[in-house]
């Protein structure tokens, strides 16, 4: 049965792959290239294109890192591949199981490209399936067509590392975060660390894990020694600092759950919550209003047990 799936997705791909427009892809040197989505909410005006999209060529062959939020994305990233390097794409890696990063992953099968990803993310991506598909497909129609999960069959627990052959990548996977999937990767060749959704660069984080648990993988973070990041959201690398990007993000983190802490103590509703807390941070986030009001509904009730 599972052939069959994989077969039919094959056919659309053969037919409709040549309809696709290549990504634009920034050049950062070294073999490295990043595609910078743009900052749309999923429920507002989304495009199946918010996230960063990047891939690595090694001596041997390919690593993609996040695929898109569609079969059409990820086709236009693999035609932007093609038009840098016909090297063999060996490996493509989810950071996490958001649908803006995995939905393109259907575009690589016909690479026979090995999916990678944390040991947690074939369960989640189960457990998700149906309401993925179902309102993605509300979100998108037709420019949906052909998209699929595809699972990683190669998964992390703890490290693990990819050979390109002139270059190494190294992947980590976190405990419960951003997300309860995601995972880092690190090329020691360049020296720089994709971070997926554990960083996001002037969209508003969003919480779909642990704050706690995000807070204590930022303080990991902090001493990675990688001169460069690419995080799973920005609109661009230059002049870019990461590491103040990261306190950036700790700061509103904690000025959240503060914030939260604090109502909960004076017997606030959390409705009300979600018009005060982390308020002092609305200057200096995309999207704020939308993505902040869903932080509290996601970890206000579990704070009320602390």
Known sequence: MLKRI???IATILSTTFALASPLTMENLGNGIYVHHGVHEDMSEGYHADICNLSFIVGSKGIAVIDTGGSLKTGQALREAIRQVSE?????VINTHVH???????AAFIQDKATFVGHEKL??????????????????????FAGSEIIKPSLLVKGESKLDLGDRTLLLTAYPIAHTNTDLTVFDHKSSTLWTGDLLFVER??????????????INALKTNEAEFAIPGHS??????????????????LWTLLNDIRASIKKGEVMEKAMGTAAASE?????????????????????????
């Open 99 to 105: 649908p803006d990063h995995i939905f393109g992953n």
């Open 6 to 8: 994989m077969l039919a």
């Open 235 to 252: 609109s661009s690398l230059k002049d870019a600092n990461w590491k103040k990007q990261l306190n950036d993000q700790e700061r509103y």
């Open 122 to 143: 074939p369960d989640a991506m189960e457990r998700r399936r149906e309401n993925y598909l179902r309102i993605n497909q509300q979100w998108l129609g037709d420019a």
């Open 87 to 91: 090297l063999p794409i060996l490996y």
């Open 204 to 217: 508003t984080p969003s919480i779909d894990g642990d704050i706690k648990g995000w807070l204590a993988v």
């Open 282 to 306: 609305r200057s200096y986030w995309q999207l704020f209003d939308i993505v902040n009001r869903r932080n509290v509904n996601n970890i206000y009730p579990g704070l009320e047990w602390e």
